[in-house]
């Protein structure tokens, strides 16, 4: 149980394009998604909180209109990087926890995303 | 803000040695959660501890939480090449839903 889905895998794409990154949690209801990213043999950075039905909360430094971020249901949160640049090359993941969000839960996470602008 | 600094960064070890990576919070913790990242994969859940000089153990692995609540470590005894990976602490980070996750311990073992 407690599988969460993020699609594409990979994505190399051109400056200037937009992309969009799915996460599904596919046996559980997600009140609560995570975005992260992660540069190579780094920690995981928090980007921002998914809250179903209601606006993400963003951490300090991190751009709202740059990182769209909708979660529409209980089991998908989207993740849009607007017209990315090469430095928005990185590798992005989702998770979700299965209970209430609280943080005494365990998070579970996505494949991953790695995104590669030329 | 809140940090969590792990030690060492990176250890390289030879199969059947035993290995130790050590969590430090700058902030008490109401509970501290173990992940193992394998090489191009994702982090994944180990385990979580929420009493103060908790020990828990899962086969080789070790896991124990401070009297402080500050503070924990991973002890693997006698690693395997399976258990090379990232592990990462990770504490509640100053709201109730999110986490703060540490630097990460790279472990590299070989035959």
């Known amino acids: 149980g407690a599988v969460v889905s993020q699609h594409p895998s990979r994505v190399i794409c051109k400056s200037g394009t937009s992309v969009k990154i799915e996460c599904r949690s596919l046996?559980?209801?997600?009140?609560?998604m995570f975005w992260y990213r992660q540069f190579p043999k780094q920690s995981l950075m928090l980007m921002a909180t998914s809250n179903e039905g209601s606006k993400a909360t963003y951490e300090q430094g991190v751009e709202k209109d740059k990182f769209l971020i909708n979660h529409a249901s209980l089991t998908l949160s989207t993740l849009t990087v607007t017209s990315a640049h090469p430095e928005d090359s990185s590798f992005y993941i989702c998770?979700?926890?299965?209970?209430?969000?609280?943080?005494?839960?365990?998070?579970?996470f996505g494949d991953g995303t790695r995104l590669s602008i030329l | 803000g809140q940090q969590v600094m792990q030690i060492p960064q990176y250890q390289h070890v030879q199969e059947g040695e035993d290995f130790t990576t050590y969590c430090n919070s700058s902030t008490t913790l109401s509970n501290i959660q173990w992940y193992k990242q394998r090489p191009g994969g994702h982090p994944v859940f180990l385990i979580q501890?929420?009493?103060?000089?908790e020990v828990k153990k899962q086969k080789r692995l070790t896991f124990q939480f401070g009297e402080a609540k500050k503070n924990s470590s991973l002890h693997i005894t006698a690693t395997q090449t399976t258990d090379v990976g990232t592990y990462f602490c990770?504490?509640?980070?100053?709201?109730?839903?999110?986490?703060?996750f540490g630097t990460g311990t790279r472990l590299q073992v070989t035959l």
């Open positions: 998770s979700a926890r299965t209970s209430s969000g609280l943080s005494n839960q365990p998070q579970h």
């Open positions: 990770a504490g509640p980070g100053g709201t109730a839903s999110k986490l703060t």
């Open positions: 046996d559980f209801q997600a009140t609560t």
């Open positions: 501890l929420v009493k103060s000089g």
